[in-house]
T-cell receptor, first 111, second 113 residues
C-alpha cells in the first residue's frame, strides 16, 4: 500500500463551485497533514495544515481529517480560475521525521 | 528576498558531466531536503539533513551526493549526469519542532542531454 494516495483524476469545476479533493494514508501513527498547491512549473506552496480530527477552515479552504478512516480532504469553496493548479497531500511518517507526498490532483476551474 | 533560494534555476548539461545544485535559506531552519519531481511520479526524496553533521539517504539517492556546508546551505551533486536525471529539483526546509511543514525553494530545471 502506498504511503499517501490521491487517486482522483483531473477535477474540472465551474467558477464559484466547490472543489473537493481526497487523500488516504497508510501510517496510523501519522500526526501531521498538509496540503500544498503547485502551479505548473513552480514549487509547492503550503496552503493548509491540520493535526486534529475534524475541520479546519482558512479563508476559502477547509481541511478535514478523519484519523480513524485515515483520510484527509481539502475543500475549496467559491473556486476561482486562480485555484487551477495541482494539489499535493503530504503526511508525516511517524518515527521517520519526513513527509510522504501523494502524486497530486489537478484542479481546473472553468470560468 | 526569498527565504529559500536555489541556483541555478535552469541548467542544461551533457551526459557524464558533474553538476552541483545549490540551496540557501534564511528561515533559520535546521532541516533541509532535496527532492526531484518527474511527471506522473510526484515528489521523491533524494537526501535530507537534520543538521550540519547529519545526512540521510532518501528513497532515490543512487547517482547523487550532498554536502551540508552550513546550517543555511545544502548542495546536491550529480557525479556523472545521465539523461534519466532530467527533472525538476526542489530544495525544502523545515524547523526542528514537531510541526513538520516544509517550505520549498523555486526549483532547478535540469536537462541532461
Amino acid at each position: 500500500q502506498k504511503e499517501v494516495e490521491q487517486n482522483s483524476g483531473p477535477l474540472s469545476v465551474p467558477e464559484g463551485a466547490i472543489a473537493s479533493l481526497n487523500c488516504t494514508y497508510s501510517d496510523r501513527g501519522s500526526q501531521s497533514f498538509f496540503w500544498y498547491r503547485q502551479y505548473s512549473g513552480k514549487s509547492p506552496e503550503l496552503i493548509m495544515f491540520i493535526y486534529s480530527n475534524g475541520d479546519k477552515e482558512d479563508g476559502r479552504f477547509t481541511a478535514q481529517l478523519n484519523k480513524a478512516s485515515q483520510y484527509v480532504s481539502l475543500l475549496i469553496r467559491d473556486s476561482q480560475p486562480s485555484d487551477s493548479a495541482t494539489y499535493l497531500c503530504a503526511v508525516n511518517l511517524w518515527g521517520n521525521n519526513r513527509l510522504a507526498f501523494g502524486k497530486g490532483n489537478q484542479v481546473v476551474v472553468i470560468p | 528576498d526569498a527565504d529559500v533560494t536555489q541556483t541555478p534555476r535552469n541548467r542544461i548539461t551533457k551526459t557524464g558531466k558533474r553538476i552541483m545544485l545549490e540551496c540557501s535559506q534564511t528561515k533559520g531552519h535546521d532541516r533541509m531536503y532535496w527532492y526531484r519531481q518527474d511527471p506522473g511520479l510526484g515528489l521523491r526524496l533524494i537526501y535530507y539533513s537534520f543538521d550540519v553533521k547529519d545526512i540521510n539517504k532518501g528513497e532515490i539517492s543512487d547517482g547523487y551526493s550532498v554536502s551540508r556546508q552550513a546550517q543555511a546551505k545544502f548542495s546536491l551533486s550529480l557525479e556523472s549526469a545521465i539523461p534519466n536525471q532530467t527533472a525538476l529539483y526542489f530544495c525544502a526546509t523545515s524547523s526542528s519542532g514537531l510541526s513538520y511543514e516544509q517550505y520549498f525553494g523555486p526549483g532547478t530545471r535540469l536537462t541532461v542531454t
